[in-house]
Structure formats: C-alpha cells, structure tokens
T-cell receptor, first 114, second 113 residues
Framework: ETGVTQTPRHLVMGMTNKKSLKCEQH?????MYWYKQSAKKPLELMFV???????ENNSVPSRFSPECPNSSHLFLHLHTLQPEDSALYLC?????????????FGAGTRLSVL | GNSVTQMEGPVTLSEEAFLTINCTYT??????LFWYVQYPGEGLQLLLK?????DKGSNKGFEATYRKETTSFHLEKGSVQVSDSAVYFC????????????FGQGTELSVKP
C-alpha cells in the first residue's frame, strides 16, 4: 500500500464514451502526476500538478482532460478515445516537485478502448 | 536531451543467481537517479536512489552506484529470489525540470526456482 489509490482498476470503453479516472493520495503531498504506460515503451509523463495548478502538459491530445480539485485528488477525464489510447494509466504524488522528491505510484487503471 | 537506456529483457535467472541490470543515462549536470520496481498487477515502487556521484543506493539486497564517469547506475543483487520477479525501471530526475522523471523502457526479470 503506497498511499495512492486509483479507481477503477480496470475500464473498458467505446470510442464514443466519456469516463473518468480517479486518483487519491493520503500522504499530504503537494504534487501529483499522470503517466501513461504502454507495452514495450518507457513511461510517458502526461500532466503535472503542483499545489492544484497544472504546471506541465506534455503535448497530450485534448481528448484527455485532467482536473485537480484539491491537493489530494486528481482526475483524468476521457472522451472520444482511440484504440491506441489503451494502456495502463498511473497516478503518482510527491511531497514537492523537485529532483530529489520521491514519487509514490498508485496501482494504475488498465484502460481498454474498443 | 535527457534519456535513460536499460538492457533489453526479459532476463531469466535461477534462484540464488547474481543479478545485474545495466542502466546508462544521458543528462547535463547532476541528475538524481532511481530504480523503481513494478510487481505484477501493481504500480511502481521506489527500490533505491542516489542523488550525487559515487553515492550507493541499497534496499532489500539490491544495490546501485552512481557512476558519473561512465554515466551508469547498474542494479545488482547477489542472490535473487523468486519473489524478485518483476519489471525494473531505471529513471533520472533533474532539479531544473521540476523533478520530472525520465524512465528507461524497463527490464523484465523472471526468477525460476
């Protein structure tokens, strides 16, 4: 148990659906992250939030829309996804942004887009 | 730009064998270096880290030394167990990039009894 909880663990959606991924951290951290993990590829950083402000967006398509309503919760809203968006989506948090801050990861949401 | 390269997997070993997973990096300045482990069906967990040259990170029998002269951070364990079967990720982080983690592609380790 890392203190970062992601729901749902598995999600199957059609290309026209709208769904949301949820991440909650119980560690009192100020920074939260979304990553995409595809088979045979390095983890890709999607978004970074620091103190509820989005501070990084790595050229992610607009069909992915993050939301950070408070420092403990992070959402990833999904709409009109493509089959190539099927992947494991990982949430992480850290005390602060910074090179020496350890990131703690949730178990991920396995997304399948049909 | 910054990057991390790991040895290709999968790596298959017998229990009690010696493990080395190679990791080299490209970065300017002095990044912090990390090894994360991902067990089946779980997220990533920090295994060990080193924040400056010649530092040795260690945890659960695993070790890695920050070698700036060879830009390497190889992971080693003297005697692996079946429970060590997982995917191992090497990563770097630079302070002037707000702690952004750059990951290698991961190396799958399978330990047979």
């Amino acid at each position: 148990e890392t203190g970062v909880t992601q729901t749902p663990r598995h999600l199957v959606m059609g290309m026209t659906n709208k769904k949301s991924l949820k991440c909650e951290q119980h560690l009192g951290h100020n920074a939260m992250y979304w990553y995409k993990q595809s088979a045979k590829k390095p983890l890709e950083l999607m978004f970074v939030y620091s103190l509820e402000e989005r501070v990084e967006n790595n050229s992610v398509p607009s069909r992915f829309s993050p939301e950070c309503p408070n420092s403990s919760h992070l959402f990833l809203h999904l709409h009109t996804l493509q089959p190539e968006d099927s992947a494991l989506y990982l949430c992480a948090s850290s005390q602060e942004r910074g090179a020496k801050n350890i990131q703690y990861f949730g178990a991920g949401t396995r997304l399948s887009v049909l | 730009g910054n990057s991390v390269t790991q040895m290709e997997g999968p790596v298959t070993l017998s229990e009690e064998a010696f493990l080395t997973i190679n990791c080299t990096y490209t970065a300017t300045g002095y990044p912090s270096l990390f090894w994360y482990v991902q067990y089946p069906g779980e997220g990533l967990q920090l295994l060990l880290k080193a924040t400056k040259a010649d530092d040795k990170g260690s945890n659960k029998g695993f070790e890695a030394t920050y070698r700036k002269e060879t830009t390497s951070f190889h992971l080693e364990k003297g005697s692996v167990q079946v429970s060590d079967s997982a995917v191992y990720f090497c990563a770097l982080s630079r302070g002037n990039q707000g702690g952004k983690l750059i990951f290698g592609q991961g190396t799958e380790l399978s330990v047979k009894p």
